[in-house]
Structures are given as structure tokens and as C-alpha cells.
């Protein structure tokens, strides 16, 4: 187990928050953070989560864990270690949880043994600096079995879920046979999205609290446009020159066709190689797939296969194609240099896609729209929660229809929609419902209820 220590959010920082979000919503973000103090009594709040880096809890909670204490809210947060092995029984319980009926994905006699046995160590180590009155919450299905090793020693144990699946199938139901019976002493559950609460948990106290964005972070902070071309020539997405040892590429960009970019995980339920393949009916246009370093999330360990499935899809394309695609593998040893090349990346598309084949929030949509950006995006999960189909951003009913994937897209690349009136209308959407405010607050009202 690691605790991570997050830098503290300077005053001034705090002061921009405030005043982008207006006095209003400030001084209810006070009241809030003022009851959940008060309801601590002394207490510290405990984020649980098993990275911290990469993917969209580590991110959020880089922002929330400083926010929170700069209201005054004591707040830390612990990552669970795995080894190889307990990270393929949760990737493939988090699969199951996406709706996967893959044989290769189902659990095996002895895998919840292990998952819960590995978990009693780093319950140990969290007992070391646990306090009386600590409250934890804990992320996603990696964390769930520290729930009954650790309610009777906690004031609060509360369980949050990142990912699920719109309508229920045979895997999702093995994977909640699992991991409901280990969240009976919960004391309540989050889910992003309201479809994704399983009838197996109807029975807790429930929380829909969607994940937020934090406007000042390096990923969706203003870019000068002085700095835009040296980020981008790092992405491959620059002009003539040298193309980076991690951009795999066949050319370079032609600057006077469209860009359209997908920022993801490598991983199979993003279908990123799908995107490759559809691609080749959108005309005049150019695309890259960036994701990070496969060897970098060590709780994900089908990044590399998936990259290299993506890889081989790439090399088997026609050259027209080929060489009007590329695939970006960001180096993640510097996040905050990761994030400026991201940010850069989608403030250059002039079209953000994200065709999941399940989604449980989709925070690079969000970032997308903050950035006033125009999405096409699966409508699966909390895609199609954010996105209002036509208004702020296009919705493809079908994740595996690549024909209509590609005529999406070639409504905003050709100009028939107009793209920067969804990005307008995106972005205040984002600025209405998905800042971090909007946490605390619902935290709040779920902890203290």
C-alpha cells in the first residue's frame, strides 16, 4: 500500500475556482465542505483506489484530495498494490462488471480466494494509519474486498464504481454474484451512472455522483498559442520533421485536412482498432489514437496487448490509409508533461471521437467538451449522459456500426454540422454539472444524510 501525497492547492488557485463557478455555487460548496467537516468530527476521509496513475479515478483524485483539504475537509489518499497476479482476477472481474461473456474472462475456482487474501495484506498495512473516526472511500472493484475487513474499524465505509454496463448480461450478473456479497457492510454506494446500479445493491443507500474536471489541471488548462506547435510536434501531429520514437506513422500530418483524435486506454472495450478500420470511409481527413505507454499502468495488464492488436490493424491498412493515421503512445514518466500533450492534442482536433463499446463515465469526452471541442460518442454509459444527441455533441446508437460511426464523423470533418456550436454548447455543459463542486457537495449529502 502507498499513501499518496498530493501537493497542497494554492490560495490562489482556490480563488479562481470560486470565481469561475460564481458566488452562488461557492458559497454552497462552503456550506457543504462545512457539514462534511463537521460530520468527520475530527476524522480524516480516506480515498482507496489501486493506481495512481493513469485512467480517470488517479486523475480526479489528484484534484479532489487537494481541493477538499483547501476547504478544510482532512482528506487522504492510499493505493492498494497487486501483483500480476491479482491484477489479471481484477481485470477480469472489471470486464465481467463491462458486460463481457468471454470465456477467457470468467473467474476461476480460486480467484476470489486470492483476490480477498491479497486484500487482507493491505488491509493490514491500511490499519497501520487508520485513525478512530476515519471514513473510507473506496474505488472501484479492485478495493471492494477491504470493505468487510474494515468496516468494524472504520466510522464509514462507502464503496464507489467507476465502471458497468447498460443492460445487464451473463457476465455482468457473475461479476455482482462476486462482489455484492462483499459489499453487505457498506454503508452506501456510488455509481456514475444511474443504469449502472445492479439489482444486487438496490438494497444500499445509492449515490449517483458522476466524476468532475478540474479546468486548471495541465490536461484542460488555456494552452497559449505559442506553445501549441512545440506540444504538438512531440504528438506527431505537428508539421514536417521528426516524427517521436513512440508515434508510430507513416508520413506526416497534412495540416489542411481535419484532425480527428481518440484519447484512451488501450484496451479492448475503447475499440480503438475499430476506429482504425471505419475510419477509411470518412474522406479528407486525418486521425490519431493516442494512448498512454502500455508498461506504465501496472493495474491494467492488457494495455500492451491491445496496443499491439491496434498496431497490427494499423500496418495492415491500405498505404492511403495508413498514411493518413497514426498511433501516439505517450510517454507517462512526467504526468503533468503527459497532460500538456494531451490537452494539446485535443485543442488541435477538430473532431473528438470516443467509440466505446461500454463506458462507465468517459472523462475524455468531458475534457473534450471543456475544451468546446465537438464529440461523436458512443451512446453507451456516461457518454450518452453527457452528451445530448444534436445539442452538444453527436451520439452513435451503435458502437459497432462503422458506416455510421464514419458518417458522423464526416458531418462535422465536411462542415454539414456545425461543430463549433456543439463545442460551445458542450462546454457550458461541463461547466454546469461536471465540476468538482458538484462532488463534494453530492459527497456530502451522502456521508452526512
Sequence with gaps: MQVIDTPAMRPATLDAFLTLIGPERAGRLRDAARRLRGGLDGGTLWHVNSTATGGGVAEMLYVLVPLYRALGVPTRWAVVDGD???????????????????????????????????????????????????????????????????????????????????????????????????????????????????????????????????????????????????????????????????????????????????????????????????????????????????????????????FDVCRTTWTALPDRLRHRTRLVCLPMHDLDDNARLVNAAQRAADVVVQKSLAEGFGLTVTEAMWKARPVVGSAVGGIAAQIEHGATGLLLDDPHDLAAFAALVTRLTSGATDGAALGRRARARVHDAYLPDTDLRAVTGLLCA
Design 84 to 306: 500480476t497476479a491479482f491484477f489479471d482476477i481484477t481485470k477480469r472481474l472489471g470486464n465481467l462488471a463491462y458486460g463481457s461473456t468471454a470465456d477467457a474472462d470468467l473467474l476461476r475456482p480460486g480467484d476470489l480466494e486470492g483476490y480477498t487474501g491479497h486484500l487482507a495484506g493491505e488491509a493490514e498495512e491500511l490499519r497501520a494509519v487508520l485513525r478512530p473516526g476515519d471514513v473510507l472511500l473506496l474505488h472501484d472493484h479492485q478495493t471492494a474486498g477491504l470493505v468487510p475487513l474494515l468496516s468494524a474499524e472504520t466510522a464509514g465505509i462507502y464503496w464507489r464504481c467507476h465502471v458497468g454496463v447498460d443492460e445487464p448480461t451473463d457476465g455482468s450478473r457473475r461479476a455482482w454474484a462476486a462482489l455484492a456479497p462483499l459489499l453487505d457492510k457498506a454503508n452506501g454506494v456510488i455509481f456514475s451512472v444511474a443504469a449502472h446500479l445492479p439489482a444486487e445493491l438496490s438494497g444500499h443507500r445509492v449515490a449517483i455522483i458522476p466524476p468532475v474536471l478540474w479546468p486548471f489541471a495541465p490536461k484542460n488548462q488555456h494552452l497559449p498559442a505559442g506553445q501549441l506547435p512545440g506540444l504538438l510536434d512531440r504528438c506527431g501531429l505537428g508539421g514536417p520533421g521528426t516524427v517521436p520514437g513512440y508515434v508510430l506513422a507513416d508520413g506526416h500530418r497534412d495540416p489542411a485536412e481535419p484532425l480527428v483524435v481518440q484519447v484512451s486506454r488501450w484496451d479492448r472495450l475503447k475499440d480503438m482498432h475499430a476506429v482504425l478500420t471505419g475510419f477509411g470511409a470518412v474522406p479528407d481527413a486525418q486521425l490519431a489514437l493516442i494512448g498512454p505507454d502500455p508498461a506504465s499502468i501496472p493495474d491494467d495488464i492488457e494495455q500492451a496487448h491491445w
